[in-house]
């Protein structure tokens, strides 16, 4: 023994870290952290018309699918192994109320009702929101430049009712409104849909990474911001506050969004809770990725994987992401 502690702990050749680092099958063995298909959801975005496959352009690989196409593409993702889609709505019209959003026709019912139809496996969630609907863009019912809670809840009660109705299996509120759970859990057992469950968007950022994905979902704000509702990113004590006002009131996934740049608010949410932890990887982290990528500047494949890894070891037990099925693919 020496009494110089580094001589004694890192180079007497007793404790070397590298002997289990040495090959694939070590490093395998000793790996704390998988991702796996069937950790991962598939977000689709799902308009009018047949044949319609349009791609969106801050999110290359990313399409806005008809009914028939979003049905190929939920079946070539399951051929992947992904098990679980989360639909996105792009209504014909819209409205101040977002009326197309509980209408049994509208794309998302639509797709809800082909795609379970087509697989009844598939695990089919439903983002219920109001954003694509309205045509100011916001989350909820404007009335003098405010997001009125109440009157929102009313409406997110309807749309997820109907998402319901269509034989959604989960129904995920994403509009930020306080009490939401609750009204959507009452509403949800008191027609018979004891059986769906709640996926809550309950940290919910206001985060800069939405971008590319009002893009997609034609569904940024007209006027204003939504900082009145979603929180803000300095806030990690009150995301437990969210997690634990959602799960009183029935949630039985809750969400944290974005992923990457909130590690820390999911690894002490799933410490803090042990609940099902879910996490988004928004459009701004795939279109990120995608971008530096088409620059040359990192290798897609890898840099995707470690995201994935990296969220997954922070303690997400689900991934919302765009690259599911590349991601799916790597891993088979
Ligand atoms: C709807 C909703 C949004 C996202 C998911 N649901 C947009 C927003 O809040 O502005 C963003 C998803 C993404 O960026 O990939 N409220």
Redesign the pocket.
Known sequence: MTDDPIASTTFDGRQRPRRLRRTDAIRALVRETDVRPHKLVY?LFVCDGTHVRREVASMPGVFQLSVDEAVREAANARTDGVQAVLL?GLPARKDDRGSAADDAAAPVQAAVRALKQADDDLVVIT?V?L??YTSHGH?GIVADGDVLNNDTVARLVDVARSHADAGADIVAP??MMDGRVGAIRDALDAAGHDRVAIMS?AA?YCSA??G???DA?A?APVFGD?RTH?MDPANADEALREVALDLEEGADIVMV??ALPYLDVIHRIKQEFGCPTAA?Q???E?AMLKAAAANGWLDLSQAMLESLTSIRRAGADIIIT?FARDAARRLT
């Open positions: 977000p996105f983002d929101c954003c694509e989350c994403s509009d968007y919910k990474f939405y590319p994905f009002r979902a569904s939504r979603q969004k974005p988004y928004v459009s701004g795939y765009y």
